[in-house]
């Protein structure tokens, strides 16, 4: 089996193979740290996130590294208003975005690499695109010659024609007159009166967006990546931008493939979420609310690609099936607890169909990262759990494989829904005293223990293998 992956740069799934046998370099476009992250930029470090875990489930090493960008008019303008410099801008939304993907399961990149911190990097790296004379100098900034780069638009699909339209719409005169071309863009910024700046051949200034990802890109993973991803809207200009930089710089392919995901969208007429159209939900203030499974569950089970709509709804159905993933997983944990070892294993064609429903999810997953398919296996395998569940008796080592199968797919999505004090002795001493009253038809005090757990958030089901608990979400 092998894994296809659709290709932004192609416009076509294609067989992945890595340059190095089991081994994956993978970079993630991270965010610009001036506020607090919402979910449509939770989505894309989810979407991501779950494509690096499953690579790894397949055997692959991941050296996953994703960038900070420190340095922004935006991080700027938040730090005047703020009242502090952007670099303790940056260090408290870098903070912040940690705490709250950490809420999520994500797992930490191998590097977070900052712009701050490569600044003699990006200058260097300008002074060889001069020379090659793939860029140029006009006043104090430095700017990328899209001319020389033929294969510019080649990942966004737009012609030159459209790009030059586009571009001198949003361009003012005054930079306009020291472009070539209205599409070149900027490699470095001539510094602005009281704003943060660096020295360069060039003077005082500042890299511009796009040339941080090229430097940090191929500093830490070398000069071809194996997987450059990012969100829907970076792929024109930021990720274009990239390409023309570093090929143009190294003389080599600069991402072997090109993964983009896709918004979030809010609302009735499910229009992108983003901060500039004021329609976002802070990632922060929904999991403060909501449990962070149901929202990693909700953002990590759609197919990366297409949008994900948000609202009450799909929260609701995100909600709904983290609790019958819970609940299975609770009824499995009483029954091994209730159920003796044995040396042989009679029930094996319970564990074929679990075999079975594995192959079912490589098959998904590897069909371009499909979650959605591939929940719809761990589903039924949810469905094949709780009929062996009704079985009169059980074998431990049939439910324990079935438990460790479950979680370990679940995992795959970022999913851990056990917790290590599953059995709370104070709890279960209250069971068995209501048992006992049970039995000796004192069903007053049944009554009142049943009450007193309730109480507390524990509710009990009676069934036929015995009285079992779980909390109240």
Not at 402 to 419: R, W
Not at 445 to 470: M, N, V
Request: aromatic share 10%.
């Amino acid at each position: 089996m092998s894994i296809q992956l659709y290709n932004t740069l192609t416009r076509q799934k294609e067989v992945f193979t890595p340059q190095k046998e089991n081994e994956v370099t993978f970079y993630v476009c991270g965010p610009t740290v001036y506020n607090y992250i919402h979910i449509g930029n939770a989505r894309s470090s989810v979407a991501f996130d779950t494509i690096r875990r499953y690579l790894e489930y397949r055997g692959f090493t991941v050296n996953y590294v994703s960038n900070f960008t420190d340095v922004d008019d935006k991080i700027i303008k938040a730090a005047k208003e703020e009242g502090l410099t952007p670099k303790e801008v940056a260090n408290k939304y870098i903070e912040a975005f940690m705490e709250d993907t950490g809420a999520l399961n994500i797992k930490p990149a191998n590097k977070y690499p900052r712009v701050m911190d490569h600044i003699e990097d990006i200058v260097a790296f300008n002074e060889r695109l001069i020379e090659k004379g793939h860029a140029y100098e006009a006043d104090g900034d430095v700017y990328f010659r899209t001319d020389s780069f033929e294969k510019y638009g080649e990942l966004s699909h737009m012609s030159l024609d459209e790009l030059r339209v586009g571009a001198s719409e949003r361009t003012n005169d005054e930079e306009l007159a020291r472009k070539e071309n209205p599409i070149d863009f900027a490699l470095w910024k001539k510094a602005k009166d009281g704003e943060i700046s660096w020295p360069s051949p060039w003077g005082e200034g500042r890299p511009g967006w796009h040339i941080e990802c090229s430097v940090m890109a191929t500093k830490h993973l070398g000069h071809t990546l194996d997987i450059h991803a990012g969100g829907q809207d970076l792929e024109f200009p930021h990720h274009e931008n990239e390409i023309a930089q570093s090929e143009s710089h190294y003389d080599q392919t600069f991402a072997n493939y090109w993964l983009h995901n896709g918004f979030v969208t809010f609302g009735q007429d499910e229009e992108k979420m983003s901060k500039s159209l004021g329609n976002f939900v802070l990632l922060r203030d929904l999991i403060e609310a909501v449990d962070p499974m149901v929202v990693r569950y909700l953002l990590g089970t759609v197919h990366y690609r297409r949008p994900l709509k948000y609202d009450d709804a799909a929260l609701e159905d995100a909600r709904n099936n983290i609790a019958r993933l819970r609940e299975v997983l609770r009824r499995t944990n009483y029954r091994i607890d209730q159920t003796e070892e044995t040396t042989e294993v009679q029930d094996s064609d319970w564990l074929d169909r679990v075999n079975e429903i594995e192959t079912s999810f490589k098959v998904a997953m590897d069909d371009d990262f499909n979650a959605a398919n591939g929940m719809t296996a761990v589903f039924e395998l949810v469905k094949v759990m709780n009929h062996y569940l009704e079985e009169e008796t059980v074998e431990k080592v049939v439910l324990t494989e079935m438990k460790q199968k479950l979680n370990e797919l679940l995992s795959i999505f970022g999913l851990v829904l056990e917790k290590e004090d599953l059995v709370d002795e104070t709890i279960q001493a209250l069971i068995d005293e209501r048992n006992q009253a049970r039995a000796d038809r004192n069903f007053q005090r049944a009554d009142e223990i049943r009450d007193e757990l309730k109480a507390q958030g524990i509710l009990l089901d009676d069934t036929p293998h015995g009285t079992q608990w779980k909390r109240e979400n």
